[in-house]
């Protein structure tokens, strides 16, 4: 349960042994011009993912996190299923050296 922001939920996530996947829900009233769809680039989602980063590099002592990452804004039902199953399936994939990131 989220205790400290009652606006965002992390829907999924899997660590993996070089990096991390995170699906992220975040409950926003900031809305783009006239058609009032979501702003493309969430400064929310920055500020939080930066937030997050800072805590992690205070508590371990070093700076672990890569300078960019790949964010992407879920449209519709099927997208969010299927990120939701490639989160489930890339340990998986990892395991038979299939991940993009396996080195």
Request: proline letters at 4%; charged letters at 20%; a negative charge.
């Amino acid at each position: 349960m989220n205790t400290i922001y009652n606006d965002i939920l992390i829907e999924k996530y899997t660590i993996m042994p070089n990096h991390l996947h995170m699906m992220i829900s975040i409950e926003t009233a900031d809305l783009s011009g006239a058609s009032g769809s979501p702003l493309p680039t969430n400064s929310k989602l920055s500020r939080h993912v930066g937030t997050l980063k800072r805590f992690c590099n205070k508590q371990i002592g070093n700076n672990i996190w890569q300078t960019g990452f790949h964010d992407h804004i879920i449209r519709n039902e099927e997208d969010y299923l299927h990120h939701l199953q490639y989160i489930e399936e890339n340990p998986r994939k990892w395991l038979i050296g299939k991940d993009e990131y396996y080195a």
